[in-house]
Nanobody, 131 residues
């Protein structure tokens, strides 16, 4: 079992940057595929980005070229560098983990509404982008 705790959310102006972190504990973090999800009020939860155990990453089309996901297995930490933020990026951001799936399956689940398959979730951190 893994516990996840996010940090780094806050407010930014459009065009600005924020970096989210997700600290993991309680399990062999390196064996989990991990990702970032977000949910805005009145909208469905959506996958933002995932990174597999081998480091391969995928992104939602809406954030490609602006967001970068990375993981540091030595520190048991997941990151999301968010650049060129837009008001539509405003949402609650959560990190999540899933074990024993390939990076492809992990990314597919994140991109297709399969977020319930991610068994481990952080409490979330709010990101608000103003125009």
């Amino acid at each position: 079992q893994v516990q996840l705790v996010e940090s780094g959310g806050g407010s930014a102006q459009a065009g600005g940057s924020l970096t989210l972190s997700c600290a993991a504990s309680g399990a062999t973090y390196s064996t989990y595929c991990v990702g970032w999800f977000r949910q805005a009020p009145g909208k469905e939860r959506e996958g933002v980005a995932t990174v597999g155990t081998g480091g391969s990453s995928t992104y939602a089309d809406s954030v490609k070229g602006r967001f970068t996901i990375s993981r540091d297995n030595a520190k048991n930490t997941l990151y999301l560098q968010m650049n060129n933020l837009k008001p539509e990026d405003t949402a609650m951001y959560c990190c999540a983990a899933i074990r024993s799936v390939s990076a492809y399956v992990c990314a597919t689940l994140a991109a297709s509404g399969g977020w319930p398959s991610f068994g481990y979730w952080g409490q979330g951190t709010q990101v608000t982008v103003s125009s």
